[in-house]
């Protein structure tokens, strides 16, 4: 099946496929697509870095920058693999227990380069012990071990018996007041770097700004973007998605997850989301969606620096009847239909012009006026008055 909630299995008889990584779920675990679906793959007999005995770490999002070492092992990851070709050589298949649903654990490679053993070497995940006769295995366990015993003795990442790295970072989501004081460091920077953390929706996504390390939602300005559906979270409804929602999520997924971006922020709303436009590759993501209908443009962008560029994209997705576009008929098509009931009513195009006086300027777009034609009855009821 395709789209966004494309089966993430991996068929029991198919040993090695390859394809183009979406995310990294964690040290462990990532996401590949093949053709239209998306596959859940474990990486074989590895383990990434875990939290100290006793201590908690708290929810994964906040883990992956508390446990040592695991912000560097998914950076690692997502700095090789995200966006880029790679090759799975299925080893085994772990069934669904204890909650867990099953997981296919693959050998991943880029290239020649086996990527167990480019992290285990820099210490940034272990291998997982198997017994002797255990054949659910790494085809290259030996090798594993090797680079292991040589990350032990360079004494690098969680082999270092110093202190590990720490990122202190601030996150704004939902702190209103927080984002607020944020806000004109950020409009004044112009542009800035942020990498994609999450895309929730087609126009709500999730960044890390490095230069601030702090989390931040961030929405797309100048457009109206359909929703995508939305499960039950927290006792709340789950809600279907609007039309074109799951295309327009899988859209933006598939152009910035966890890829580098550069973002301008304008605004920040009521709830300390920072509002703005988001550039992948020098591709403003607003312009984008709009060109493929996956959203229409906002009367807001009217005050913004990408009006043209959004009108343009605009016109072309309508006169294409893309997406959202796709029952829209222009209004001058419908004019010469509902006009053809006789010759008589075919007018003249050309305008009609009518003497007038400017009484009062408001400013540069609007002015008052009053028709010459009018002057001897206005004069006449001004008389009556006196």
Partial sequence: SSGINAEYGVPKDQKEFSGRVTEIVNGEVLVIKVGNSYKRVTMSSIRQPRPAEGSDSGPPSKALYEVPYLFEAREFLRKRLV??????TVDYVRPAANGYPERVCASIFLGNQ???EAIVSKGLATVAWHKQDDDERAANYDALLLAQEKAKKNKVGVHNTGEPPIHKVADLAGNA?????????????????????????????????????CLATFLLSGISCPRAARPSIKGQPATPADPYGDEALEFVKDQIMQREVEIEVESCDKAGNFIGYMFVEDKNMSVELVKEGLAKMHFTAERGKYFDHLSRAEADAKGAQKRVWKDYVETVVEKEETSEISDSNIA???????DVVVTHIEDCSKLWVQHCADGPA?????????
């Fill in 114 to 116: 086996n990527i167990q």
């Fill in 83 to 88: 966006g880029k070709k790679v090759n799975a």
């Fill in 177 to 213: 007041a927080k984002s607020k004081q944020f806000l004109p460091f950020l409009q004044r920077i112009g542009r800035l770097h942020a990498n994609v953390e999450y895309v929730a929706s087609g126009s709500r996504i999730r960044v890390y700004i490095p230069r601030d390390t």
């Fill in 378 to 386: 206005l004069i006449s009821l001004m008389n009556q008055m006196r």
């Fill in 348 to 354: 003249d195009s050309s305008p009609k012009l009518k």
